[in-house]
């Protein structure tokens, strides 16, 4: 069974990345550090594949190849790749469920389009927007879970929720950059109460309106941190040693969140952030039982 990634791939992919994810899934033990590097490098490998410039269909292909190599993992195949090494060694250590990992590739063809306006996803109703947000991030969540902690239904429910919070918040942080890709994850509804009928992404950010459509979507994403955060406190304070790591994503997550509805949407191309010192000391803070507030 592996319980490391070979050739350090995983770990490599995340150290890179400069992710607010880093630090929390740093400080795990070795085995759990080497899984969750694997989930997220797997995350971003078929996000690279739809975020990157290339024909729908042949994204559509080589997402679909990804998902013979899950479904090989659970048939017994061989690995095909280190990242694959890695995972397999994930699923055989903690129970992975197939169909999470398939739903994350459900969730990044969402993002591919669809060949024939050669548009990406923009302005969708809000229930597809809550269904992208199940399957890229409370997919997440889920396999998390079983790493940190345990299944049970009030850590799935705090899984689920923080999953759509942050997913929220990284679409309001990364306007400018989705929008440089076609993209509008804004939904309709909250576009039209706002007064912007527009789904055109320039069109929509130009919008004098558009801070009233992010603070409405900001509300939806604050509902979803309280969500969790009640699912957290009903498995007690034994659940919150042992989910220490996900506490920290959702208290780094939420002080984004209110840097961003601070700024008031007025400047789209200033990078609201969390740095690597302020996420390390949060991560450390949870690690040893005494969580900053978010």
């Known amino acids: 069974m592996a319980e490391t990634v070979?050739?350090?791939?995983?770990?490599?992919?995340?150290?890179?990345?400069?992710?607010?994810?880093?630090?929390?899934?740093?400080?795990l033990p070795a085995s759990k550090r080497a899984a969750m590097f694997a989930i997220y490098a797997y995350c971003r490998c078929i996000d690279d594949i739809a975020d990157e410039p290339g024909d729908p269909a042949a994204k559509r292909a080589a997402l679909d190849v990804w998902r013979r190599d899950i479904r090989g993992l659970y048939r017994g195949d061989a690995p095909t790749s280190p990242l694959t090494a890695a995972l397999k060694g994930a699923i055989e250590r903690y129970g992975l469920p197939r169909a999470e990992l398939e739903a994350l590739i459900d969730g990044m063809a969402m993002d591919?389009?669809?060949?024939?306006?050669?548009?990406?996803?923009?302005?969708?109703?809000?229930?597809?927007?809550?269904?992208?947000?199940?399957?890229?991030?409370?997919?997440?969540?889920?396999?998390?879970?079983?790493?940190?902690?345990?299944a049970d239904p009030a850590t799935e429910r705090f899984a689920l929720a923080l999953g759509e919070a942050l997913q929220l918040t990284n679409i309001l942080r990364d306007l400018r950059e989705d929008a440089a890709?076609?993209?509008?994850?804004?939904?309709?509804?909250?576009?039209?109460?706002?007064?912007?009928?527009?789904?055109?992404?320039?069109?929509?950010?130009?919008?004098?309106?558009?801070?009233?459509?992010?603070?409405?979507?900001?509300?939806?994403?604050?509902?979803?941190?309280?969500?969790?955060?009640?699912?957290?406190?009903?498995?007690?304070?034994?659940?919150?040693?042992s989910l220490?790591?996900?506490?920290?994503?959702?208290?780094?997550?939420?002080?984004?969140?209110?840097?961003?509805?601070a700024g008031g949407w007025r400047d789209l191309d200033a990078r609201v952030r969390v740095g690597r010192r302020e996420s390390a000391w949060v991560a450390l803070r949870c690690l040893i039982g005494l969580p900053p507030a978010s």
Do not use: K, N
């Open 6 to 27: 070979p050739s350090d791939t995983a770990t490599t992919v995340a150290a890179r990345s400069g992710s607010t994810f880093y630090w929390p899934m740093r400080l």
């Open 112 to 150: 591919v389009c669809d060949g024939v306006s050669g548009q990406g996803v923009q302005a969708p109703d809000l229930a597809t927007l809550r269904l992208y947000c199940r399957r890229v991030a409370g997919a997440v969540g889920l396999l998390a879970i079983r790493v940190f902690d345990r």
């Open 181 to 241: 890709l076609g993209r509008l994850y804004l939904p309709r509804e909250l576009l039209l109460a706002a007064g912007i009928a527009t789904t055109r992404p320039d069109e929509a950010l130009a919008h004098p309106a558009l801070p009233r459509a992010c603070e409405a979507l900001a509300a939806l994403a604050e509902a979803q941190f309280a969500e969790a955060r009640a699912a957290l406190a009903e498995r007690g304070a034994t659940a919150r040693g």
């Open 244 to 261: 220490w790591a996900a506490t920290a994503m959702m208290v780094l997550y939420h002080r984004l969140l209110r840097r961003l509805r």
